[in-house]
């Protein structure tokens, strides 16, 4: 059976544990394998880079990924001014409230309150993981072959 290497495209079931006690799972979501090409960033799974390297399906492994590289660092520059009307859903926002809001592009943003009035809403737009390291447990469910329809390979 053939070993995973760099370049390869590979379904992976992932579990994430934060630092804070938090976990995600890929099988809390829909429980469907997450589709990866191994030595490039995944936006889900932050830090594995060559860690499948090697592996073969079936196969697990654990990587520590330090803060700098899971949701980044915290990041004091991260502020936005929003109009009140954004919040019609919330009629109260004491600072540190975290709510979700539709971003330019449609999609939904957590985003944390740094102080509001009856027109404006200062916030925090830093992802909620920021500065927490984060220990990734991932098992290799197949390999891809290389064409379009990501067959696997045997």
Known sequence: MRTVQAGDRVKVHYVKRFQDGSVASSRSRGGIPVEVTVGTDHPRLPGLGLGLVGLLPGNHVTLSVPA??????????????????????HPSLPPGKWVRLLDRRGRRRLVRVVEADDRVVLVDTTDPRSGQALELEVEVVGLLSPDAAGTPVP
Do not use: D, I, K
């Open 68 to 89: 700098a590289q899971s949701a980044g660092a915290a990041n004091p520059g991260r502020l936005c001014r929003l109009a009140r009307t954004r919040f019609t859903e």
